[in-house]
């Protein structure tokens, strides 16, 4: 066993978010996209990319889905001030588009490093990108949402992207299951009168 790796501050690896160049993305952006919360946080949420509101303010889940999520949230009995978030890509695709795999491959591992940093007890995957990245599979999210997955250490929790219930409608009943089971699992679930 060699000696484990120093936890990196999330301070440094900001700054390296936001001196990184290593892909085209950097040249599109108004600001990097490196994630908000609880350094200390029980729960990882992970979700894909940043689009236009995330890109302007420098903060993830800011738009519509990002109000969706705060409901979510509540759901489980959980605040964003309880959990870390966070996204696969840390610059916005131009016209939202999906990330690409080398930009996938040169931005995950700030990702990485600010998982070890944060060491959560539980990732929740929001979408098809960051479940098939933190899961390392080819499965999609339609099949896994809902069900505790291991990765690793971390117990990993795929769920919809809260976006995703925003043009479909048939996707919110299975969200808000989702998030209540979560906080069955964390124990921070009020039971329903």
């Known amino acids: 066993m060699g000696i484990p790796k120093p936890h990196i501050p ?5 700054a390296a978010v936001e001196a990184c160049h290593k ?18 946080a029980r729960v990882l949420i992970v979700g ?23 409901e979510l949230l509540g759901i489980a009995g959980l605040t964003r001030e309880d959990v870390f978030i966070a996204n ?8 939202n588009r999906d990330p690409r795999p080398e930009e996938i491959e040169l931005c995950t591992p700030f990702l990485r490093e600010q998982t070890r940093t944060i060491d959560p007890e539980f990732i929740v995957t929001l979408g098809n990108f960051s479940t098939k990245f933190i899961l390392k599979t080819e499965v999609g999210i339609t099949r896994l949402h809902g069900t505790l997955q291991q990765a690793g250490r971390f117990k990993v929790f795929p769920i919809f992207h809260p976006a995703a219930a925003l043009y479909d409608g048939s996707k919110r009943e299975a969200l808000e299951n989702d ?3 979560l906080g069955e699992l964390l124990g921070t679930r009020k039971p329903q009168a």
């Open 10 to 14: 999330l301070d440094e690896i900001r």
């Open 23 to 40: 892909c085209p993305l950097a040249d599109g952006r108004t600001q990097t996209v490196f994630g908000v919360g609880n350094a200390d």
């Open 88 to 95: 696969v890509l840390k610059c916005r695709p131009p016209g």
């Open 48 to 70: 894909e990319a940043p689009g236009k509101n995330e890109d302007l303010q420098g903060e993830p889940f800011v738009g519509a889905a990002g109000k969706y999520l705060n």
């Open 179 to 181: 998030f209540a089971t």
